[in-house]
């Protein structure tokens, strides 16, 4: 019932005003699209596990922002399971790149 009041309901002026007065950081908003097409362009070379980690650890690091440790520890916990999830699991073929052509 609370979703259908908050889509029929009209804004107060002031809330309104108070969602358009956020300051937007365009800059970080440009470099995240920028390092997205990156990260797509360098998937298939780099792999899923190389090109995954660094663009996590982009989005951790510097958009975060987090210290490095745990930029790190998160990177790879979620590079882990999330190929477990689409690699293993559901056996979703993703790019293998450098890291598994090296260990093979």
């Not at 997205?36 to 998937?43: D, H, K, N, Q, R």
């Not at 951790?60 to 987090?66: D, L």
Request: aromatic residues 14%; glycine residues 4%.
């Amino acid at each position: 019932m609370f979703i259908f009041e908050t889509l029929w309901r009209k804004p107060a002026a002031e809330e309104e005003k108070r969602i358009w007065a956020i300051d937007i950081n365009w800059k970080k908003i440009i470099l995240t699209l920028l390092i997205m097409i990156i990260y797509s362009l360098l998937l298939e070379r780099l792999g899923y596990l190389l090109a995954t980690f660094a663009l996590m650890l982009f989005l951790f690091k510097h958009i975060g922002p987090e210290r490095w440790p745990v930029a790190i520890i998160s990177s790879i916990i979620t590079v882990t399971l999330s190929y477990m999830i689409f690699g293993i699991w559901l056996q979703v073929q993703l790019p293998e790149g450098l890291l598994i052509r090296m260990i093979k």
